[in-house]
Every structure is written in C-alpha cells, then in structure tokens.
C-alpha cells in the first residue's frame, strides 16, 4: 500500500510539472513553460539608434506624430514668437501704437475697408478700427511672450477670418487654387494661414518657453 502511494504520489507530481499553469492550484511559475516562452531578441527588436537619413527613406517617413511633447514641440516656439511679432506689425498702423487717429494709415483703414465692407457693424467705424489694431497689437504682444495665450488667439482668429472676408469680398478667389495673380499680390492667403495658425495655438496651447507654462506648472493640480 506504501508502495503504491507513493508511485502514485510521485505520478501526479511529475503530471503537475508539467501542466499549464492555469491547470495548477498554487499559483507557482512553470519553469519549463517560462523557459519556453523566453525568445532571443531580433536585431532590428533592439534599441538601435536611427540615422537621418533612416528617417527621411525609411518607414517614419510616413509617420505621423501624435506626441506633441518633448523634441516635437521645439518648432512651435518660434511659430508662435513671430507670427505675434508680425500681428504687433499689423496692428500699429500709422505709428508705434496701435489706433493713432488722425494719421493718413488710420483714416485709410477706415475708409477703405470699414466702411465699404464692414459698414454693417454696429457703431462708428472709427471703434471697429480701434479694436481692429488693439486686437492685433496686443494679441500679438500676448502670443509672442506665450500669455493668455488661448484667448489671444481666438481674437487673433476672429480678426483673421474678417481679413478673409474683406479680401474676399474685394478680389475673389484670385484663381485658386491653380490660377496666376497678374501683380502677384495673393491677398486672400496670407490671413487665411494666419487663421490656422491661431486655431492651433487656441486648441494646444501656448507651448513651451512660454508664460503660460509657467503659470500652469505653479497651480496646476493635475499629474501630466
């Protein structure tokens, strides 16, 4: 009787060992089945730095970036302080400042192209000519040093789409996408990329180097 609990001891021992470990009732790793599972690694599995030339020919050429921090967010920087540094050029017609009444820019300002096409608007004309540079001046000042960086934007935004439609309404299409300009003047365009320039800043941020960074690291609660 010894004998044969103990073969039969033994038996369900050597059974045990190797089943899955799904099959065994304590839980311990299967030694032979981890063995099993472990597979040398490949060489193009390992970590091995890629060339620039890798990059431009291989397959990240394709790839799209959808992490926006680190090394991806360098070229926003300078995106963002020139594009408020030419809106502060925008906006100080006639002057340093922006609405210098009185001056001929200003006054021509009015009267070519509030009046004529924005003469639907509520108010003198002179105010909308006033908003018009205070938008763009200080916006400008605004995005350039990275504060409030959102709602200057969506000004800058809303002035940009009024840009477009005052080019618009004067010239037209101009022939896009594929017609020439005879002065080469492609009025439409240039507001219309400075559109999408603050429909992304006002949908991501200032970015880094920026006051507002700043400012959301000292009082911010959320884990990034």
């Not at 599995?45 to 020919?57: G, S, V």
């Not at 970015?207 to 960074?213: A, Q, T």
Request: glycine share 10%.
């Amino acid at each position: 009787i010894i004998c044969f609990y103990l073969a039969t001891g033994s038996t369900s021992l050597l059974v045990n060992s190797f089943a899955p470990n799904h099959d065994r009732d304590w839980g311990t790793t299967n030694t032979l089945t981890s063995k099993k599972n472990i597979l040398p690694l490949s060489p193009s599995d390992k970590n091995e730095k890629e060339t620039t030339l890798e990059r431009l020919t291989g397959p990240k050429l394709f790839k799209t970036v959808t992490d926006w921090n680190g090394i991806h967010s360098v070229p926003l920087v300078p995106l963002r302080i020139m594009t408020g540094l030419l809106m502060i050029h925008h906006g100080s017609e006639g002057g340093l400042l922006p609405a210098n009444f009185g001056t001929t820019e200003f006054q021509g300002f009015i009267d070519f192209i509030i009046k004529p096409y924005f003469g639907f608007l509520p108010g003198p004309p002179e105010l909308w000519s006033a908003i018009h540079d205070y938008v763009e001046y200080f916006g400008g000042i605004c995005v350039s040093l990275g504060f409030l960086t959102r709602p200057a934007s969506l000004s800058l935004l809303v002035t940009m789409i009024s840009a477009v439609y005052f080019h618009l309404s004067a010239v037209g299409l101009q022939g896009f996408p594929i017609g020439h300009v005879s002065n080469y003047s492609y009025d439409f365009e240039e507001p219309t990329l400075y559109a999408l320039i603050f429909l992304l800043f006002f949908f991501n941020g200032a970015g880094p180097l920026s006051i507002d960074s700043i400012i959301y690291g000292q009082i911010s609660q959320e884990d990034d």
